[in-house]
């Protein structure tokens, strides 16, 4: 199974620091994990323009060639744009969520959108994130829809997911909830797409390992410091959160989140991360 990390994307004075996607992105591979989903929502993909998301994809690809690039907005002209740009850039994978907002749209209209996506490129995955976009693309709707190779699915149903996987035999599925990571790979789904990868990447890599030597037991209580960590994140609002794990937690600067996603306060910043310091030595306590 994958642990493929939707990548921050960071930001000083609101402009995107390139080096330190670069080093991040590094970092993140050295400690396991398998390919980066750029664009993504911790990347901010719907707050960033056509030119920023390709920025992103270059720093990324700068690095690594185990890359999903996320094209997705609400402007067809420029989806199918950023979609060409990837495959001339050789980029393997793309993928998009559906048109958000116009939670109205029929569903013959998602089902172009992402057939005219396919056209463009010759592995699309989808991004179905229903309680973001307000609406399910469902195995079914996936099915008509015939083209897309895989499906990260933001769901907090193992199910929703696995279904997927008996209506599409042949589709990637992977969930994207960071609460079912060690879920998703025990029951046989292609891996996870985790949030919580960008700040305990090697917890993710070792629940993967516990789980593919039978030690569920112990990959339960991994599984639940992550959602410990992402419970205590989320109350401070989650992705400004995720820049100041990332620091505490790896040691790094990734710089900050940008406006409307405002980036926490040193009172919160200290707070957040003495409490979870205290989560993780819980856990670490116990397993000795
Ligand atoms: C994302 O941030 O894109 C996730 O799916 C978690």
Same mark, same amino acid.
Request: glycine letters at 10%; a neutral charge; aromatic letters at 8%.
């Given at each position: 199974?994958?642990?493929?990390?939707?990548?921050?994307?960071?930001?000083?004075?609101?402009?995107?620091?390139?080096?330190?996607?670069?080093?991040?992105?590094?970092?993140?591979?050295?400690?396991?994990?398998?390919?980066?989903?750029? &664009?993504?929502?911790?990347?901010?993909?719907?707050?960033?323009?056509?030119?920023?998301? *390709?920025?992103?994809?270059?720093?990324?690809?700068?690095?690594?060639?185990?890359?999903?690039?996320?094209?997705?907005?609400?402007?067809?002209? *420029?989806?199918?744009?950023?979609?060409?740009?990837? #495959?001339?850039?050789?980029?393997?994978?793309?993928?998009?969520?559906?048109?958000?907002?116009?939670?109205?749209?029929?569903?013959?209209?998602?089902?172009?959108?992402?057939?005219?996506?396919?056209?463009?490129?010759?592995?699309?995955?989808?991004? &179905?994130?229903?309680?973001?976009?307000?609406?399910?693309?469902?195995?079914?709707?996936?099915?008509?829809? $015939?083209?897309? #190779?895989?499906?990260?699915?933001?769901?907090?149903?193992? &199910?929703?997911?696995?279904?997927?996987?008996?209506? &599409?035999?042949?589709?990637?599925?992977?969930?994207?909830? =960071?609460?079912?990571?060690?879920?998703?790979?025990?029951? $046989?789904? =292609?891996?996870?797409?985790?949030?919580?990868?960008?700040?305990?990447?090697? +917890?993710?890599?070792?629940?993967?390992?516990? +789980?593919?030597?039978?030690?569920?037991?112990?990959?339960?209580?991994?599984?639940?410091?992550? =959602?410990?960590?992402?419970?205590?994140?989320?109350?401070? $609002?989650?992705?400004?959160?995720?820049?100041?794990?990332?620091?505490?937690?790896?040691?790094?600067?990734?710089?900050?989140?940008?406006?409307?996603?405002?980036?926490?306060? =040193?009172?919160?910043?200290?707070?957040?991360?003495?409490?979870?310091?205290?989560?993780?030595?819980?856990?670490?306590?116990?397993?000795?």
């Amino acid at each position: 199974a994958e642990i493929i990390v939707p990548v921050l994307t960071p930001f000083n004075d609101g402009k995107i620091n390139i080096e330190l996607l670069k080093e991040h992105t590094s970092s993140l591979l050295k400690a396991g994990v398998d390919r980066i989903f750029v &664009n993504g929502t911790t990347g901010m993909g719907p707050a960033l323009s056509p030119g920023e998301k *390709e920025t992103n994809l270059k720093a990324v690809l700068e690095v690594t060639d185990k890359v999903i690039f996320q094209v997705g907005s609400l402007n067809m002209g *420029e989806v199918k744009s950023l979609a060409r740009e990837g #495959k001339e850039l050789g980029v393997k994978t793309i993928a998009s969520y559906a048109p958000y907002y116009f939670t109205g749209l029929p569903k013959s209209l998602i089902v172009r959108y992402f057939k005219e996506i396919c056209g463009e490129h010759d592995e699309v995955y989808l991004y &179905n994130y229903p309680s973001a976009v307000g609406k399910d693309v469902d195995a079914e709707t996936v099915k008509e829809i $015939g083209c897309l #190779k895989g499906v990260k699915d933001t769901n907090d149903s193992i &199910n929703h997911s696995l279904q997927y996987k008996r209506v &599409n035999p042949g589709m990637k599925v992977f969930n994207g909830a =960071d609460t079912l990571v060690m879920t998703s790979i025990a029951t $046989g789904l =292609d891996g996870t797409v985790s949030a919580a990868a960008n700040f305990v990447p090697e +917890v993710l890599v070792e629940i993967r390992r516990k +789980v593919s030597e039978g030690k569920v037991g112990e990959a339960m209580k991994l599984q639940f410091m992550v =959602d410990e960590l992402v419970s205590l994140a989320k109350g401070y $609002g989650y992705i400004p959160s995720i820049y100041v794990l990332v620091k505490g937690i790896r040691g790094y600067d990734v710089g900050n989140p940008r406006p409307p996603l405002f980036p926490l306060g =040193d009172v919160e910043r200290k707070e957040l991360l003495d409490k979870a310091i205290k989560i993780m030595e819980k856990y670490n306590k116990n397993e000795a």
